[in-house]
């Protein structure tokens, strides 16, 4: 079954504005982390936000912030202010638990995101 | 920041021969590192976890026979695909994580491995 699941393979979004980037996930561990990472056409990970299972508030990190949503098990990422240089393919990851995956990143899908002038 | 380089970045071989791709940790040690492998326009898939001075853990389906991974310290891991066949051609990325406490894992930029 899949543990990660990005449900869009596309996002389009207008230069400026805000966009969200959806991500559920599966786990009966109470404790693991999740991660999202950009990857823009040269192929190399980036790494840019990380929520913890125990963690009270949302991660942010600058225009990136997690809305984690520990009952609905969703981690959507949300970018403010859209920037040409964010486009590229967005990886939503789970670092599972030591009962269930042995610590484990499993990553998932991968939405696209177009930013449009 | 923590940085991942990998070489070669780009290698081509014949069918039938062996390739060893290097992950470096420049600026920290790394205690473990992973080695992943993505297809075109697909998500990563993990192959296999190194702790250095151990012996890797493959995920189910991967060779190790074909697969060689060796963690000979904390700031080197290697990855040998041998004998490869043009089945095996693909995006190999390792990252890299500080400490097993640590999280966040540090992607190195990605070898693209063609097989004729």
């Known amino acids: 079954a899949q543990k990660i699941t990005q449900t869009q393979p596309g996002m389009f979004v207008q230069e400026k504005e805000a966009v969200t980037l959806d991500c559920t996930y599966d786990t009966s561990d109470p404790s693991y982390g999740l991660f999202w990472y950009k990857q823009p056409s040269s192929g190399e990970m980036i790494f840019l936000i990380y929520?913890?299972?125990?963690?009270?508030q949302n991660a942010t990190e600058g225009r990136y912030s997690l809305n984690f949503q520990k009952a609905r098990k969703s981690a959507n990422l949300v970018i403010s202010a859209s920037q040409l240089g964010d486009s590229a393919m967005y990886f939503c990851?789970?670092?599972?638990?030591?009962?269930?995956?042995?610590?484990?990143?499993?990553f998932g899908a991968g939405t696209r995101l177009f930013v449009k002038a | 920041g923590a940085v991942v380089s990998q070489h070669p970045s780009w290698v081509i071989c014949k069918s039938g021969t062996s390739v060893k791709i290097e992950c470096r940790s420049l600026?920290?040690?790394?205690?473990?590192m992973f080695w992943y492998r993505q297809f075109p326009k697909q998500s990563l898939m993990l192959m296999a976890t190194?702790?250095?001075?151990?012996?890797?853990?493959?995920e189910q389906g991967v060779e190790k026979d074909k697969f060689l991974i060796n963690h000979a310290s904390l700031t080197l891991s290697t990855l040998t695909v041998t004998s490869a066949h043009p089945e095996d051609s693909s995006f190999y990325i390792c990252?890299?994580?500080?400490?097993?406490?640590?999280?966040?894992?540090?992607f190195g930029p990605g070898t693209r491995l063609t097989v004729l």
């Open positions: 990252s890299a994580r500080r400490s097993r406490g640590t999280d966040t894992q540090y």
């Open positions: 990851a789970m670092r599972e638990g030591p009962n269930t995956g042995g610590f484990k990143t499993i």
């Open positions: 929520q913890g299972s125990y963690d009270q």
């Open positions: 600026d920290f040690q790394a205690t473990t």
């Open positions: 190194s702790n250095e001075g151990s012996k890797a853990t493959y």
